[in-house]
């Protein structure tokens, strides 16, 4: 067998055994769950999963380069208090600008630290956190901003279009776009080769520095977007308002696929592991489980969806 089709073949084995976990999880909260099983509680999963889909599509860029970005939530975070603020200023349309500078900014500051001055990303992203967190605590001094802007709400969060709310569109529109310039683009295929090899690529002449900046700069706008949602569907913000989405933005791109060492993944295979994550955290919630139990769960999910994915590139021949 070719290497090509060996590849093909651990690819649609990983691709069986996610849909395969996805069935069953679905089937048993079926089953425990009379709440789970109300076609509103299944029509609300696209709209939950929004936040963390947009998130798990940029950590897919990250971690395909090979990178780690552990800021994504404070950002998130950051975004939403100033975009709140900004709202009930009266700033009307201009708080949308300044929720997208916020996070490019941010993510900008990753980018350069990383790239300019070569901190790890572990340390950098981490850096970044912090900073962004102490943003959003000094704006708010730990209380929770208000805004009245319905009109802000519907274009984010609670407007409907074909029976499901604005929210799970922007994350449709993520997903098509991300998935368009990771399979379509000489920048995905950039990021793709920087993260299998990056001495390799930087001796092909490959712009790696300048990859790396812009897919940390895409994040950073992306959490922006994020922060919008966040407060578009609640109506408030609070200074740790997204805080933790960052691991579950990494979950979910593990368990689509995407290899912590870079080079492999697609956004296909992460919307399926946000789908996945999505129902487990929707079914694990109506069922009253505590959230220390669904960390755990979540945890041992991730574990196990990575072995599974490990003996299938072995039976398919990959490393």
């Not at 998130?55 to 897919?60: E, L, N």
């Not at 943003?135 to 009245?148: D, P, Y």
Request: charged share 10%; net charge positive; no cysteine.
């Amino acid at each position: 067998m070719s290497a090509r089709s060996s590849l093909r073949l651990s690819e649609r084995m990983a691709d069986l055994g996610l849909a395969l976990a996805i069935v069953a999880i679905v089937t048993a909260l079926l089953i425990l769950s009379p709440a789970f099983r109300d076609p509103a509680n299944l029509m609300g999963i696209g709209r939950q999963v929004a936040i963390l889909g947009i998130a798990a599509a940029a950590m897919t860029f990250v971690i395909l380069m090979g990178e780690i970005d552990l800021s994504v939530g404070a950002v998130a975070s950051a975004a939403a208090v100033v975009t709140a603020l900004a709202l009930a200023q009266g700033w009307g349309v201009w708080a949308i600008p300044i929720a997208i500078l916020v996070g490019t900014v941010f993510g900008l500051l990753n980018g350069v630290l990383v790239v300019a001055l070569g901190v790890p990303a572990f340390i950098a992203t981490l850096v970044s956190f912090f900073l962004a967190q102490g943003v959003a605590l000094t704006l708010t001094g730990g209380q929770t901003i208000l805004f009245a802007a319905d009109w802000f709400r519907s274009l984010f969060a609670t407007g409907s279009f074909l029976g499901q709310r604005a929210a799970f569109w922007w994350l449709l529109a993520v997903f098509v776009l991300m998935g368009w310039l990771l399979a379509r683009t000489r920048f995905g295929a950039q990021v793709r080769a920087i993260g299998g090899d990056a001495e390799a690529s930087a001796m092909l002449g490959l712009p790696v520095a300048r990859v790396k900046l812009l897919v940390f700069t895409l994040t950073g706008a992306l959490m922006g977007l994020v922060g919008m949602i966040l407060i578009a569907r609640i109506g408030n913000a609070r200074a740790d308002g997204a805080i933790g989405l960052e691991f579950d933005a990494i979950a979910a791109a593990v368990i689509g696929g995407t290899r912590l060492g870079g080079g492999y993944g697609s956004i296909p295979r992460t919307a399926l592991g946000v789908l996945l994550i999505g129902i487990l955290n929707n079914g694990l919630a109506i069922m009253n489980v505590d959230f220390n139990t669904q960390q755990v769960i979540k945890g041992a999910l991730v574990v196990g969806v990575v072995l599974i994915d490990r003996w299938a590139r072995g039976k398919g021949g990959t490393t």
